[in-house]
């Protein structure tokens, strides 16, 4: 298993004899960490985004209880699955943390086996319901996000880019007589062609928060947060070299002899008052003055 496939468990309680054993038993399986009171709890929460929290219900200053209330409040934290841990062994108490939106409430003295069990059986529904997610979020030929996903990013992007006064860069690809490809060489070469130029435009992308997603047919779109128009481009430039280094046979391009590629690119306007529409937009157009001008460029707007 990959290191960054190990799941993440938060515990959390006052008693610094159960945060040990409980540490310990979950160690060989998990990543732990470990909060001795409810704010710290929440921090660390907020931190490292655990899969699942363990959390006391009986600890002072800030109780189980008030945690999971201020983890289901916040956006970043809400989904994260909570099991108590708790002295309190009356059914009542157990269906008030039910009801608060608990996954799941184990009675002290634990008993570790019930423990090891309970932690796989609801970090197994994280696993599966992540993966559901990404299904979601990812198109099946290329692999990359799909649209869906592209325009909830686009629009978060665009909101921060505007809140800090950041740049933010946006390009629009288009695989050159794509349908002229598939007629000549046959879908299932389509396909894998495409496929080619997805790998080529999301490894060419080089920060974390950049992403390359296919947009419809044979056009990708490539958002770039905190980028200005030099670097978008560069990244661009990037992308058409390996796309050409690729040397994939289009005999029927009536561009060039292999497959390449037309980009229209714009940069958050410097006033940062241009809508989202509008900066697609832009892409859109200078996209088209790019198959206009004869395919096999990048136009990018410049003002």
Same mark, same amino acid.
């Given at each position: 298993?990959?290191?960054?496939?190990?799941?993440? #468990?938060?515990?959390?309680?006052?008693?610094?004899?159960?945060?040990?054993?409980?540490?310990?038993?979950?160690? +060989?399986?998990?990543?732990?960490?470990?909060?001795?009171?409810?704010?710290?709890?929440?921090?660390?929460?907020?931190?490292?985004?655990?899969?699942?929290?363990?959390?006391?219900?009986?600890? +002072?200053?800030?109780?189980?209880?008030? #945690?999971?209330?201020?983890?289901?409040?916040?956006?970043?934290?809400?989904?994260?699955?909570?099991?108590?841990?708790?002295? /309190?062994?009356?059914?009542?108490?157990?269906?008030?943390?039910?009801?608060?939106?608990?996954?799941?409430?184990?009675?002290?003295?634990?008993?570790?086996?019930?423990?090891?069990?309970? #932690?796989?059986?609801?970090?197994?529904?994280?696993?599966?319901?992540?993966?559901?997610?990404?299904?979601?979020?990812?198109?099946? /030929?290329?692999?990359?996000?799909?649209?869906?996903?592209?325009?909830?990013?686009?629009?978060?992007?665009?909101?921060?880019?505007?809140?800090?006064?950041?740049?933010?860069? /946006?390009?629009?690809?288009?695989?050159?007589?794509?349908?002229?490809?598939?007629?000549?060489?046959?879908?299932?070469?389509?396909?894998?062609?495409?496929?080619?130029?997805?790998?080529?435009?999301?490894?060419?992308?080089?920060? +974390?928060?950049?992403?390359?997603?296919?947009?419809?047919?044979?056009?990708?779109?490539?958002?770039?947060?905190?980028?200005?128009?030099?670097?978008?481009?560069?990244?661009?430039?990037?992308?058409?070299?390996?796309?050409?280094?690729?040397?994939?046979?289009?005999?029927?391009?009536?561009?060039?002899?292999?497959?390449?590629?037309?980009?229209?690119?714009?940069?958050?306007?410097?006033?940062?008052?241009?809508?989202?529409?509008?900066?697609?937009?832009?892409?859109?157009?200078? /996209?088209?003055?790019?198959?206009?001008?004869?395919?096999?460029?990048?136009?990018?707007?410049?003002?």
């Amino acid at each position: 298993m990959k290191i960054a496939d190990v799941q993440k #468990v938060l515990v959390a309680d006052d008693d610094a004899v159960n945060r040990e054993v409980l540490g310990e038993l979950l160690k +060989p399986e998990y990543t732990v960490l470990l909060a001795k009171n409810g704010a710290q709890a929440l921090e660390r929460a907020a931190r490292h985004q655990p899969d699942l929290i363990l959390l006391d219900v009986m600890m +002072p200053d800030m109780d189980g209880y008030e #945690v999971l209330r201020r983890l289901r409040a916040d956006p970043q934290l809400a989904h994260i699955a909570v099991i108590f841990i708790s002295g /309190l062994d009356h059914p009542e108490d157990e269906a008030a943390g039910l009801k608060m939106g608990a996954a799941d409430y184990i009675t002290k003295p634990f008993n570790q086996t019930v423990v090891m069990a309970r #932690v796989a059986l609801h970090l197994q529904v994280v696993r599966q319901r992540r993966m559901l997610e990404r299904l979601a979020n990812v198109d099946g /030929l290329t692999e990359l996000a799909n649209r869906r996903r592209f325009d909830e990013v686009y629009e978060m992007e665009w909101q921060r880019a505007r809140r800090n006064g950041t740049a933010l860069s /946006l390009a629009l690809l288009d695989v050159d007589a794509f349908k002229q490809y598939n007629d000549r060489y046959g879908h299932p070469a389509g396909d894998r062609a495409l496929r080619s130029v997805a790998r080529a435009a999301a490894n060419a992308m080089r920060r +974390p928060g950049d992403l390359a997603a296919r947009y419809g047919g044979e056009e990708l779109v490539l958002l770039m947060p905190e980028t200005d128009a030099f670097e978008a481009r560069m990244v661009v430039e990037g992308i058409c070299e390996a796309i050409a280094a690729l040397a994939i046979p289009h005999e029927s391009s009536g561009v060039a002899p292999m497959l390449t590629v037309s980009v229209g690119g714009a940069t958050l306007a410097a006033d940062g008052r241009e809508e989202s529409a509008a900066l697609f937009e832009a892409a859109d157009t200078h /996209l088209y003055r790019a198959k206009k001008a004869g395919r096999n460029r990048i136009v990018w707007r410049t003002a």
